[in-house]
């Protein structure tokens, strides 16, 4: 057989780039489903990452180390600004944008200005990556419209893939007895955990004084922690938890003991944790920020209200109605079935093998 017959039936190898690789973020979550998904495809390649958690070592490698053959495909996972990875654009291998959304800085000033610098500079760069690619997808119709926006005009959606598969290990179960409230995001000022920890806290002294709210997900900083912490502390409630980031064993067990999932964040791209919910039955309350109602659909109680009294008063239907809570918990698994991981990954290789050309 020629080179050229030989490649005609050999798929070609697809190397991933991203900014970090952490053991608990989406976007790291992504890649690892992605290269499960092109290994299983006959694709070879290799994820690498700029800045790898010791935690995340097994899965990336440096991006110094990135060396791709001619005819190979290179996957850019843009999620925020790093200056390693605009040499990836001179490459002459094709490109597929995955864009995960960049924070607006204006959410970092002031708590953290060098994740503030990166997120500006992440977003008054995006241009150059959405005018490199061959093919631009953003894992949301949100996001997408960003895209063209910057540059990248035939851009379209592209879901996360949700493996349901990850959520069937069992861990540690939460402390305590009571109504649980879980928050599943980064510990970040624009999830405003301050709001969710208010509302719940409103919602213990009118109707639950058992209840208990658990916060998982890493912190931006140390000092935003404690910040939280001062929070939970003045609002007076009892039963907070700021877990930090948790194994997704352990998650997996907190949203099996949950009896709401809420979100007061003010700015999304996604939302994994709606489809993590929907997948074990748990009502959802949350506001309907950014690619919030594309992921949710009819399936949530939606807060458009300014008065965490009223977000209360969600949680007190979703926690105790039950005509309610199994209404939406049919409207979550009829929603789920829109992100299955089949219908995904088959547009993951339609889209691998148009950037291919």
Same mark, same amino acid.
């Given at each position: 057989?020629?080179?050229?017959?030989?490649?005609?039936?050999?798929?070609?190898?697809?190397?991933? $780039?991203? @900014?970090?690789?952490?053991?608990? *973020?989406?976007? @790291?979550?992504?890649?690892?489903?992605?290269?499960?998904?092109?290994?299983?495809? %006959? !694709?070879?390649?290799?994820?690498?990452?700029? =800045?790898?958690?010791?935690?995340?070592?097994?899965?990336?490698?440096?991006? /110094?180390?990135?060396?791709?053959?001619?005819?190979?495909?290179?996957?850019?996972?843009?999620?925020?600004?790093?200056?390693?990875?605009?040499?990836?654009?001179?490459?002459?291998?094709? /490109?597929?944008?995955? !864009?995960?959304?960049?924070?607006?800085?204006?959410?970092?000033?002031?708590?953290? =200005?060098?994740?503030? $610098?990166?997120?500006?500079?992440?977003?008054?760069?995006?241009?150059?990556?959405?005018?490199?690619?061959?093919?631009?997808?953003? *894992? @949301?119709?949100?996001?997408?419209?960003?895209?063209?926006? #910057?540059?990248?005009?035939?851009?379209?959606?592209?879901?996360?893939?949700? *493996?349901? =598969?990850?959520?069937?290990?069992?861990?540690?179960?939460?402390?305590?007895?009571?109504?649980?409230?879980? $928050?599943?995001?980064?510990?970040?000022?624009? /999830?405003?955990?301050?709001?969710?920890?208010?509302?719940?806290?409103?919602?213990?002294?009118?109707? #639950?004084?058992?209840?208990?709210?658990?916060?998982? %997900?890493?912190?931006?900083?140390?000092?935003?922690?404690?910040?939280?912490?001062?929070?939970? /502390?003045?609002?007076?409630? =009892?039963?907070?938890?700021?877990?930090?980031?948790?194994?997704?064993?352990?998650?997996?067990?907190?949203?099996? @003991?949950?009896?709401?999932?809420?979100?007061?964040?003010?700015?999304?791209?996604?939302?994994?944790?709606?489809?993590?919910?929907?997948?074990?039955?748990?009502?959802?309350?949350?506001?309907?920020?950014?690619?919030?109602?594309?992921?949710?659909?009819?399936?949530?109680?939606?807060?458009?209200?300014?008065?965490?009294?009223?977000?209360?008063?969600?949680?007190?239907?979703?926690?105790?109605?039950?005509?309610?809570?199994?209404?939406?918990?049919?409207?979550?698994?009829?929603?789920?079935?829109?992100?299955?991981?089949?219908?995904?990954?088959?547009?993951?290789?339609?889209?691998?093998?148009?950037?291919?050309?």
């Amino acid at each position: 057989m020629d080179a050229e017959s030989f490649a005609s039936v050999t798929p070609r190898a697809v190397h991933q $780039v991203l @900014s970090s690789a952490g053991p608990y *973020d989406a976007v @790291s979550v992504q890649a690892l489903l992605w290269r499960r998904l092109l290994t299983e495809r %006959g !694709y070879g390649g290799a994820d690498h990452a700029v =800045a790898i958690d010791p935690r995340a070592r097994a899965g990336f490698a440096p991006v /110094k180390a990135l060396a791709p053959a001619p005819g190979d495909l290179l996957v850019i996972r843009y999620s925020a600004y790093s200056g390693q990875l605009m040499p990836a654009l001179e490459l002459p291998q094709r /490109k597929l944008l995955v !864009y995960h959304n960049v924070t607006p800085p204006r959410y970092m000033w002031n708590h953290h =200005a060098g994740v503030a $610098v990166a997120c500006a500079l992440g977003r008054a760069q995006m241009p150059l990556f959405a005018r490199a690619a061959d093919v631009a997808v953003g *894992d @949301s119709d949100h996001n997408a419209a960003e895209l063209r926006a #910057a540059g990248a005009h035939r851009a379209r959606a592209l879901p996360i893939l949700f *493996d349901p =598969a990850r959520l069937a290990e069992r861990g540690n179960q939460p402390a305590g007895e009571g109504p649980l409230v879980l $928050v599943v995001s980064r510990l970040a000022p624009n /999830k405003r955990h301050d709001l969710a920890i208010g509302a719940f806290a409103a919602w213990q002294r009118e109707h #639950a004084p058992d209840a208990r709210l658990l916060c998982v %997900g890493e912190s931006l900083s140390p000092a935003f922690r404690q910040l939280i912490e001062g929070v939970a /502390k003045r609002s007076g409630a =009892a039963g907070v938890t700021i877990a930090g980031g948790l194994s997704q064993a352990d998650l997996n067990s907190a949203y099996c @003991s949950a009896d709401v999932l809420l979100s007061m964040s003010e700015h999304e791209g996604f939302s994994l944790p709606l489809l993590e919910a929907f997948h074990f039955g748990v009502p959802v309350v949350a506001r309907p920020a950014g690619a919030m109602p594309e992921v949710g659909g009819h399936a949530v109680l939606w807060d458009r209200d300014d008065d965490l009294a009223v977000t209360a008063e969600l949680l007190e239907l979703a926690a105790r109605n039950p005509v309610l809570r199994e209404e939406l918990a049919r409207r979550g698994r009829a929603q789920l079935a829109r992100f299955s991981y089949e219908k995904t990954a088959a547009a993951v290789i339609e889209a691998v093998e148009e950037a291919l050309g």
